[in-house]
């Protein structure tokens, strides 16, 4: 259908009642059934959810301020739902981005950051030159001698 005559038809839906709408509503997809060129453009399936709803309600004799409603309400719940949908891809996205990267970069060893060769944990290490460095300032002052343990969970901690 062509733009101009779009616009026409809904200038003229513009001015009916809810009620007449869904009559026309009636008379389109009978139209569409009989003589469409195409099929129907691709629908989600809440749109066709929503539209089975809208039908049944109309079938049950309910009025048409009270789909409306109805309607306006599946619709925010639609909008709720895409938005949670476009924040799922974007940390999705963001995800594969970052592995990417990650695995596009230089070698680096397992666990460790690429920018500073901290672990993944936000301790760092100790330097490759074999010099010692104070993680933190409260394992230095530690009451025990787990902070003189070379290799955690290697058995030979102190308790």
Known sequence: MNEHLRERIMRKLDTLSDERGY???????FLESRYAER???????FTR????????????KVSATTI?????????????LNGALAAGRSVANDIVTATTTRTGSSPQ???????????????PTAPSNGASTSTTTASAEASSAAHDTKNPGSGEEKL
Do not use: K
């Open 49 to 60: 959810f929503t539209e089975a709803v809208e039908d049944r309600l109309r079938a049950g």
């Open 68 to 80: 409306a409603e109805a309607m306006g309400l599946m619709n925010r719940a639609a909008n709720v």
């Open 39 to 45: 099929q129907q453009s691709g629908a989600t399936s």
């Open 109 to 123: 060893a397992p666990g460790t950051s690429a920018s500073s060769g901290t672990p993944a944990t936000g301790i």
């Open 23 to 29: 009559q026309i509503l009636d008379y389109v997809e």
